[in-house]
C-alpha cells in the first residue's frame, strides 16, 4: 500500500535560518510526488510536481528535490509569509495520498 | 485561474440533521475529490469522481454519500450527521487522466453539534 510520512511535524525558525522538510514515500510505482502549501483557513496551494528521482524545482525560496524514498523541501533564508503548513502528496491513480504535513513557523 | 467554490465557510449542524455541501469548479475539470482534514491525520479522500454521475469511493467514505449531475458541481451529503463528522471539508478539481495536480477549495467547516 502507497505510504506517506512527513517529518518533522512542526518546525520553528528564525527569520534567515535555511532548513528542509521531508516526506518519505513507499509506493509501487511513482507517478508523480507534489508538494502543496496550506495557510489556517484556507485549501492547499499547489507548488511543485516531481516525477523521477534527480529532478528538482524551484520557486522563490523554496527548492523540492526527489529520490527514489524520498523528497525535501529546502527553505532557503525563509521570512515570517513563509509560515504555512506544507503537505506532500503521492498520485496514485487518479487521486492524491497525502501525509499529515509540517507545520512551519518563522518568526522575525 | 482555476477556480473552485465551496458554497459555505462554517456551518454549524445538530446531529442527525441531513448536510450537504456544494462544490462548484469553472474549469471545465473532468475529476472531483471530497477530503476532510482532521489534525495529526492529514487529508483523507472520502469519494472522487472521474465523469458525470460516476463516483468512486475514496479512503473513508462511511456515514457520506455524493451526487455529480453536472460536470462543473460535486455535492457531498452527510445522510444524518454525527459529531465525529465534525471536521474541515475541502473540495479538489483535477484536468482529466491520472496524476494531475489537484486544485482546492477554500474548506467548509462542519461542526456538529
Known amino acids: 500500500e502507497d505510504q506517506v510520512t512527513q517529518s518533522p511535524e512542526a518546525l520553528r525558525l528564525q527569520e534567515g535560518e535555511s532548513s528542509s522538510l521531508n516526506c518519505s514515500y513507499t509506493?509501487?510505482?511513482?507517478?508523480?510526488l507534489f508538494w502543496y502549501r496550506q495557510d489556517p483557513g484556507k485549501g492547499p496551494e499547489f507548488l511543485f510536481t516531481l516525477y523521477s528521482a534527480g529532478e528538482e524545482k524551484e520557486k522563490e525560496r523554496l527548492k523540492a528535490t526527489l529520490t527514489k524514498k524520498e523528497s525535501f523541501l529546502h527553505i532557503t533564508a525563509p521570512k515570517p509569509e513563509d509560515s504555512a503548513t506544507y503537505l506532500c502528496a503521492l498520485s496514485n491513480d487518479y487521486k492524491l495520498s497525502f501525509g499529515a504535513g509540517t507545520t512551519v513557523t518563522v518568526r522575525a | 485561474d482555476v477556480k473552485v467554490t465551496q458554497s459555505s465557510r462554517y456551518l454549524v449542524k445538530r446531529t442527525g440533521e441531513k448536510v450537504f455541501l456544494e462544490c462548484v469548479q469553472d474549469?471545465?475539470?473532468?475529476?472531483m475529490f471530497w477530503y476532510r482534514q482532521d489534525p495529526g491525520l492529514g487529508l483523507r479522500l472520502i469519494y472522487f469522481s472521474y465523469d458525470v454521475k460516476m463516483k468512486e469511493k475514496g479512503d473513508i467514505p462511511e456515514g457520506y454519500s455524493v451526487s455529480r449531475e453536472k460536470k462543473e458541481r460535486f455535492s457531498l451529503i452527510l445522510e444524518s450527521a454525527s459529531t465525529n463528522q465534525t471536521s474541515m471539508y475541502l473540495c479538489?478539481?483535477?484536468?482529466?487522466?491520472?496524476?494531475?495536480?489537484?486544485?482546492f477549495g477554500e474548506g467548509s467547516r462542519l461542526t456538529v453539534l
Open positions: 509506493v509501487s510505482g511513482l507517478r508523480g
Open positions: 479538489a478539481s483535477s484536468t482529466s487522466g491520472r496524476g494531475g495536480e489537484l486544485f
Open positions: 474549469m471545465d475539470h473532468e475529476n
